[in-house]
């Protein structure tokens, strides 16, 4: 069971990146997928997630991203997808996916830290001003 983040990278400000996550060892439509970040310095953060597509669709994203980012899942290739746009300097950090049960992590409109339990390794995201 793995999850493999990229696309990260160095773009300006105002510029945009996808990232993607890459699931293997196990169905992506089955569980619930979180995008999180964490700044030098700062606390890992919820960033966005996604319903698994066999519970109730649901997805969040963190105030500062709402109407910038897009959190999408493609699952015949077992991937989840963060599409990056209008990136600020302070969007700069690593960002992480991760894997939560059906039903859990990611409902009520909320993310749920606690219910991740398998992570992926973080791919760097810079934005120069």
């Known amino acids: 069971v793995q999850l493999q983040a990229s696309g990260g990278g160095l773009v300006q400000a105002g510029g945009s990146l996808r990232l993607s996550c890459t699931a293997s060892?196990?169905?992506?439509?089955?569980?619930?997928i979180a995008w999180f970040r964490q700044a030098p310095g700062k606390a890992r953060e919820g960033v966005s997630c996604?319903?698994?597509?066999?519970?109730?669709?649901?997805?969040y994203y963190l105030d500062t991203v709402k109407g910038r980012f897009a959190i999408s899942s493609d699952n015949a290739k077992s991937t989840v997808y963060l599409q990056m746009n209008s990136l600020k300097p302070e969007d700069t950090a690593v960002y992480y996916c991760?894997?939560?049960?059906?039903?859990?992590?990611?409902?009520?409109?909320?993310?749920?830290?606690?219910?991740?339990?398998?992570w992926g390794q973080g791919t760097l995201v810079t934005v120069s001003s």
């Open positions: 060892g196990f169905t992506l439509k089955y569980y619930s």
């Open positions: 991760a894997r939560a049960d059906s039903g859990y992590g990611c409902y009520g409109g909320r993310l749920h830290f606690d219910d991740y339990d398998v």
């Open positions: 996604l319903s698994s597509s066999v519970s109730t669709a649901s997805t």
